[in-house]
């Protein structure tokens, strides 16, 4: 692999080539490579860098992950900066910047400039550094790649049209579109919508710039050019995929501090009553604590024996016997009747008394109500917080309308010691009413600010672009443009599609449902490969899009770096890896040079 060499001379006409680019060496020993160099003062810099680091990290207690990082990031700062360290190196020692050699290896570029005896004008000039000159030497293919990708993207003039169209979602509609005036409207435009519409622009513009960057590379047939360099064809697929994922961060970065800055400016417009529901409920990463789900199969279990010796179940489905104990056993727990309350016991963790002490906390509740004739009606409450033997129990009452989340503050420091907080909800009203298991009922608590929340939720919109890329690529690596664009939409018209395929695996079948029961009469073949199929396919989707980083912002729940690493490993490495590897052995083993 070529690379440039800098020429040094001293007097003596003596000469050293010093290398252009990132040095591993420099990288790995830092301040032991410097001292190698004779750079004892840069060295002891270095040096002494270490030291403080490792002492700030023992006395402030980090753990050895955070240790890792910092050094990983002196390492690489140092490795970039090896040419700037080992051209001081030269200059102490007495040499002096000759020219510019492209070469295999130090010793290589000596001898070509030793072979031509003088020294050409074109080579006296010094060059600056590009990537390819900053990147280790097994990277320089895959950048150069990378680079060529960008340039082509530029050239489809969608780069610009695709900017205009960020900044109109982003910007123009924005201010043009009115909100109610109150928190929940402001947080529908200024979040929900605007980064909606960010991920929609940005996931079709990936999937379409895919399929042409690599599809219409191969029918204009400048790939058949680009293949004849030493270069491996999975290094030219993944340097297409970088060069695409380079775009959409520059992209997905302007957008996201345009989204960030605007809902700043935009907020001082509210009044301040909403502005601190604002502060309080939205611009704020707030964790969520729920009671602990009750194990009911071992009631289910019992009940069900008890029902197999009192009636003939022979005839039926037994797990649709016990499919309706349990619904039954949910219900009683759920179930709370007119005039009656209910108590729930939220554990938010054993110091969480100290943690949270001074903290307003939010209840989120849902609630369902059996009788179809209050639709539109609210539902009265009376809620208990704090321990049941404190003193300082607060009351409130309130009314909220059923099948929708409502959210309320509580009074701070409600909680018991061990970190318990108990609520007693009595409903008032005349109707019996449901709280899910699921999500009938949980504690919202802060956890962090809204800048590093907002920048992580932006971060797995990044993830899902880099699958919509692997789509887009895996594709193009076989057909051509418009049947790989229509097979990458296809793909993604499935993906929005978890909803129809829970459905067919829950009513078990997509043939001969009974309409009174919901699920399928009678099993068959064709039922039986759907629901397999369909669960498959369910399964895989919900790795994917089982987490909605716009829905967790508009509603200032906390996304957790957890989360985010979860979100890169199972969209981008295991999805999206799956699609990249499928599509660099398609591409590997296609014939270009045949006769279109």
């Known amino acids: 692999m070529i690379r440039r060499f800098e020429i040094y001379e001293n007097a003596e006409r003596q000469r050293i080539a010093v290398k252009c680019g990132f040095s ?17 003062l840069e060295g002891s810099v270095l040096l002494l860098v ?14 050895w992950v955070a240790y890792a990082v910092v050094q990983l990031l002196q390492g690489i700062a140092v490795g970039f900066g090896a040419h700037k360290l080992r051209t001081m190196s030269a200059e102490r020692r007495g040499y002096a910047y000759l020219c510019t050699v492209e070469g295999s290896n130090g010793a290589n570029a000596l001898a ?31 950048l150069a790649i990378t680079r060529i990708t960008l340039k082509a993207a530029v050239r489809f003039r969608l780069v610009l049209v695709l900017l205009g169209l960020l900044m109109t979602a982003v910007v123009v509609l924005p201010v043009i579109i009115k909100h109610d005036g109150s928190a929940q409207g402001f947080t529908q435009i200024l979040i929900t919508y605007t980064l909606t519409s960010i991920t929609a622009l940005l996931g079709l513009a990936t999937l379409w710039l895919a399929c042409g960057s690599l599809a219409r590379e191969v029918e204009d047939f400048s790939m058949q050019l680009v293949c004849t360099k030493p270069i491996p064809r999975w290094q030219i697929w993944l340097g297409k ?147 049941p033997e404190g003193k300082r129990r607060q009351m409130i009452e309130n ?74 690529l895996f594709a193009a690596a076989k057909l051509q443009f418009t049947v790989a664009a229509f097979v990458s939409m296809s793909i993604l018209f499935v993906g929005l599609s978890s909803g129809t395929l829970g459905q067919v695996v829950e009513q078990g079948g997509i043939m001969g449902i009974d309409h009174e029961t919901g699920l399928v009469g009678q ?16 399964q895989a989707l919900d790795l994917v899009t089982g987490y909605n980083p716009v829905d967790a912002l508009s509603t200032g729940r906390s996304i957790t770096w957890t989360q985010l690493a979860t979100a890169f490993l199972l969209v981008v490495v295991l999805t999206g890896g799956t699609f990249a590897g499928l599509g660099m052995w398609i591409f590997t083993r296609r014939e270009l040079a045949a006769p279109q």
């Open 399 to 472: 009314s909220f309308s059923a099948e929708s989340f409502a959210t309320f503050p509580i009074a701070p420091d409600q909680l018991a010691a061990n970190g318990i907080l108990t609520v007693d909800g009595f409903n008032v009203s005349d109707k019996p009413v449901l709280f899910p298991i699921e999500d009938g009922f949980e504690v919202l608590y802060r956890e962090g600010g809204f800048g590093l929340n907002f920048a992580r939720g932006v971060g797995i919109i990044f993830c899902w672009l880099g699958l919509l890329a692997a789509i887009g």
């Open 50 to 63: 270490n030291a403080l680091i490792s002492f700030l990290m023992a006395i402030n207690g980090a753990n």
């Open 241 to 387: 995929w970088l060069g695409l994922m380079t775009l959409n961060a520059v992209m997905l970065a302007v957008s996201g501090v345009t989204v960030f800055a605007l809902l700043h400016w935009k907020a001082s417009g509210l009044s301040e009553a909403q502005q601190k529901v604002l502060q309080e409920e939205i611009f704020v990463a707030r964790a969520g604590a729920k009671e602990p789900v009750p194990d009911l199969e071992p009631q289910v279990e019992q009940l069900f024996q008890q029902r197999i010796r009192e009636t003939a179940v022979d005839g039926m489905d037994r797990e649709f016997v016990r499919k309706q104990i349990r619904e039954q056993l949910k219900a009683a727990n759920q179930f709370v009747p007119p005039g009656k309350g209910r108590r729930w016991e939220v554990p938010l963790g054993p110091d969480a008394a100290t943690r949270l002490k001074g903290q307003t906390l939010h209840l989120r509740v849902k609630f369902i109500c059996p009788d179809y004739t209050s639709e539109g009606t609210t539902f009265p409450f009376m809620w208990e917080v704090g321990p």
């Open 24 to 40: 591993f060496t420099a990288f790995l020993l830092d301040w032991i490579w410097a001292f190698w160099l004779r750079l004892w």
């Open 523 to 538: 099993k068959t073949l064709i039922n039986d490969v759907a629901v397999k199929v369909y669960g498959t396919l369910k």
């Open 112 to 142: 070509k400039l030793a072979a031509l005896g003088t020294v050409p004008p074109e080579w006296r000039k010094r060059q600056g550094l590009s990537l390819p000159d900053l990147a280790p030497k097994g990277l320089q293919p895959l």
